[in-house]
């Protein structure tokens, strides 16, 4: 399931134009909440969106649905650094993008 949500932030991310912006995304801290176990090849919907943006990270906040039905909740919590690995603050071209979408 993390890796379903890793695309879709990365969705967002493309379609925000951040995807080639100076830095990286590590994670710091994901988390999930499983209310039904989804089985293998199916069919499943995900939604993400940031849930709190900081100085340094983003917070992303997503769902996995199948059929309309919730079978995962979580966060993610990614944290902007630079080419050291140094967490560094997001510029404000950035900030204003993932509030703004």
Known sequence: M???A????????????L??????YPRR???AD?????RFDDELDVRIRPEHVGTTS??????????????VSGTTL???VDAE???TPLSEAVRERLLGQ
């Open 2 to 4: 993390f890796r379903y």
């Open 6 to 17: 890793e695309e879709a932030e990365q969705s967002v991310l493309r379609r925000l134009g």
């Open 19 to 24: 995807v080639d912006h100076e830095g990286r």
């Open 29 to 31: 801290r994901v988390e």
């Open 34 to 38: 499983y209310q039904v176990l989804p």
């Open 58 to 71: 983003i917070t992303w906040r997503w769902e996995i649905e199948q059929d309309g039905e919730r079978c």
């Open 78 to 80: 990614a944290v902007h």
């Open 85 to 87: 690995g140094r967490s």
